[in-house]
């Protein structure tokens, strides 16, 4: 796995609320703060490589479980947008 692919992956599960809802903005992708928590929460401490489309698939579900599909649809864009180059 490339380094830079290693730091996404390192920041995504180490991810607090608001760093969230701050790289989403960043990104176009607009998350509420009750929403942005609920997403923490799932991917912290996971260890999920979103390089890997069965773990992103998996993580996605379980983000449209909690938080609503159209949720989902907003991270599974900015899952994209961060691993598009790579």
Known sequence: MKLFETMINHKINKIQAHELQSIAGQHG?????????????????????????V???NVLNEIAEI????????????????????
């Open 55 to 57: 773990q992103r698939k």
């Open 67 to 86: 938080a609503g599909p159209s949720t989902a649809n907003q991270i599974a864009k900015l899952f994209t947008q961060l691993t598009a180059n790579f």
């Open 29 to 53: 992708v607009s998350l509420t703060q009750k929403d942005a928590h609920s997403i923490s929460r799932i991917l912290v401490g996971r260890n999920i490589n979103v390089f890997d489309s």
